[in-house]
């Protein structure tokens, strides 16, 4: 099973301001990584796919990068509903699925 | 548009069984997989197994397998996941989400349903 670790657990970062989460892998998934996100009462939603590919309707603001088992997700000038929880996720190699533990990125 | 709605909320008593449907819309059913995931109380996301909605094919969790069925029904694009034997640790928000149809696609999780809670509580 790939176990995937995301740091840090929590980011404080002030609107406008650039956060950069990071997602390691325990062996290489390439670049099949996508990254979601999570807000309270809601179900994840797609934001990247491939490392560095934006799903449908996702702002620019949002960039990914990265391959075999170092990732970054960059979010340039933070707007105040980026404000959430990040996870990143493998499929790579599958079963099983695996997900990282999560970025909690708070307002400063 | 893709759509995937879920049952409602379930209580139920250890040891008994709950089945949580997932009703989609808005694509081609059969040229798709499901995914299960939940999400216990302020916890991250655990996978839980898929099933193909082209061929029948399905992969489980380690941790459920034995304990979960997963169905699809192409009639009415509608995918289904069965928990049996629930422990209190079963208590967690369960979600479906679309995949690819193959096992091993390299396809993730792009659309999901809102969401169902179940509650595991004697």
């Known amino acids: 099973e790939i176990v995937m670790t995301q740091s840090p657990a929590t980011l404080s970062v002030s609107p406008g301001e650039i956060a950069t989460l990071s997602c390691r892998a325990s062996q290489s998934v390439s670049t099949n990584l996508a990254w979601y996100q999570q807000k309270p009462g809601q179900a994840p939603r797609l934001l990247l796919y491939?490392?560095?590919s934006r799903a449908p309707g996702i702002p620019a603001r949002f960039s990914g990068s990265g391959s075999g088992t170092e990732f970054t997700l960059t979010i340039s000038s933070l707007q105040s509903e980026d404000f959430a929880v990040y996870y990143c996720?493998?499929?790579?190699?599958?079963?099983?699925?695996?997900f990282g533990q999560g970025t909690r990125l708070e307002i400063k | 548009q893709v759509h995937l709605v879920q049952s409602g909320a379930e209580v139920k008593k250890p040891g008994t069984s709950v089945k949580v449907s997932c009703k989609t819309s808005?694509?081609?059913?059969?040229?798709?997989?499901i995914s299960w995931l939940r999400q216990a109380p302020g916890q991250g996301l655990e996978w839980l197994g898929w099933i193909s909605a082209f061929d029948g094919n399905t992969d489980f969790a380690q941790n459920v397998q034995g304990r979960v069925t997963m169905t699809t029904d192409t009639s009415t694009s509608t995918a289904y996941m069965e928990l049996r034997s629930l422990r209190s640790d079963d208590t967690a928000i369960y979600f479906c989400?679309?995949?690819?149809?193959?096992?091993?696609?390299?396809?993730?999780?792009?659309?999901w349903g809102q969401g169902t809670l179940v509650t595991v509580s004697p």
């Open positions: 808005g694509f081609s059913f059969t040229s798709f997989g």
């Open positions: 989400a679309r995949m690819g149809p193959l096992r091993g696609a390299f396809v993730p999780c792009d659309h």
């Open positions: 491939a490392a560095s």
């Open positions: 996720q493998q499929y790579n190699d599958w079963p099983p699925i695996t």
